[in-house]
């Protein structure tokens, strides 16, 4: 079974800073996809990106990249420049299947890191 | 886009009697859905796949009998927790994917037995 790995459970930053989080996966898969997902307070789950196997360039979002190593199964997001309202619980997430092209198969979380933007 | 509606946000309910949980897709069909369990400052527990028109598939350890999941229609999949007890008193989320979109999460809801 796919597992994955996130070893840092608390973090912390000072705004404006950069910080790294980290996630590692196990998969016997060559295609999977990869996600980092961030849970605020509210509790809303809300997608800050998303990464395909395939593609050997890292995934970029406005402040927030990816390094994206297949071989050493490694799946770390950076996030630049960090505002206050990036404090929140981030979850590294894997799957490895799509289901005929239309939706992807079910999901597995990593435990979560909780991160704090100190002012 | 690609917005699904989880309702209720939050719910009471005495021990012994039971709760259903919606998921209504809003702007596309969800063939699948998710539903996941979560404990406060723990990861996503994920309890059963339902797909539309066919039983939900349940993850290992998880009661079909106290945990039922209906999907019914493209649009709409429900989980009912039946003769709820204390220590089913958790955060519970649903999900529908789309293929080269991702994940999209309901707002999830909080159910609290007494």
């Known amino acids: 079974a796919q597992t994955v790995t996130q070893s840092q459970p608390e973090m912390s930053v000072q705004e404006a800073e950069t910080v790294t989080l980290s996630c590692t996966y196990d998969t016997s898969e060559s295609d999977y996809y990869l996600f980092w997902y961030k849970q605020p307070p509210s509790r809303q789950m809300i997608l800050v990106i998303r990464q395909e196997a395939y593609k050997q360039q890292n995934a970029t979002e406005n402040r927030f990249s990816v390094n994206f190593q297949k071989a050493a199964k490694s799946f770390s997001l950076k996030i630049s420049d960090s505002q206050l309202g990036d404090a929140a619980m981030y979850f590294c997430a894997y799957t490895d299947s799509d289901a005929g092209g239309t939706s992807y198969g079910k999901l597995t979380f990593g435990q979560g890191t909780i991160l704090t933007v100190h002012p | 886009g690609a917005v699904v509606s989880q309702h209720p946000s939050w719910v009471i309910c005495k021990s012994g009697t039971s709760v259903k949980i919606e998921c209504r897709s809003l702007?596309?069909?969800?063939?699948?859905m998710f539903w996941y369990r979560q404990f406060p400052k723990q990861s996503l527990m994920l309890m059963a796949t339902?797909?539309?028109?066919?039983?939900?598939?349940?993850e290992q350890g998880v009661e079909k009998d106290k945990f039922l999941i209906n999907h019914a229609s493209l649009t709409l999949s429900t989980l009912t927790v039946t003769s709820a007890h204390p220590e089913d008193s958790s955060f519970y989320i649903c999900?529908?994917?789309?293929?080269?979109?991702?994940?999209?999460f309901g707002s999830g809801t909080r159910l609290t037995v007494v």
């Open positions: 339902s797909n539309e028109g066919s039983k939900a598939t349940y």
């Open positions: 702007d596309f069909q969800a063939t699948t």
């Open positions: 999900s529908a994917s789309l293929f080269n979109y991702g994940y999209t």
